[in-house]
């Protein structure tokens, strides 16, 4: 199974931008797809924004639309969150994913799908 470590939250202020790292160990990441969750204080963990094995094709919430996005660059086994325009909704821990798959062009949307997580990295943003 592979490992994953995020990396990269903090304070911003709103309209601001972060970028989170998912770092993989144990296994290449080659024939992973990932994706990006978010918990906010006193609600359910839910889905950002993910992305296939191959191709890159990539699949968001409707809440960061436009605002994000994800890329993955294999070589460093390491997928990216990179998080404009940020408002203070946005505050939540934000956790990546992976499951391994042989379909090179799905993504994948729901926390059952997944097989590994990280501990998650913490983004806060003031008003």
């Known amino acids: 199974q592979v490992q994953l470590v995020e990396s990269g939250g903090g304070l911003v202020q709103a309209g601001g931008s972060l970028r989170l790292s998912c770092a993989a160990s144990?296994?290449?990441?080659?024939?992973?797809?990932v994706g990006w969750f978010r918990r906010a204080p006193g609600k359910e963990r839910e889905f950002v924004a993910a992305?296939?094995?191959?191709?890159?094709?990539?699949n968001y919430a409707d809440s960061v639309k436009g605002r994000f996005s994800i890329s993955r660059d294999n070589a460093k086994n390491t997928v990216y969150l990179q998080m404009n325009s940020l408002k203070p909704e946005d505050t939540a821990v934000y956790y990546c994913a992976a499951r391994r798959t042989s379909q090179r062009t799905t993504t994948y949307d729901i926390e059952s799908q997944y097989d590994s997580w990280g501990q998650g990295t913490q983004v806060t943003v003031s008003s």
């Open positions: 992305i296939s094995w191959t191709l890159s094709r990539t």
């Open positions: 144990g296994r290449t990441l080659n024939t992973y797809a």
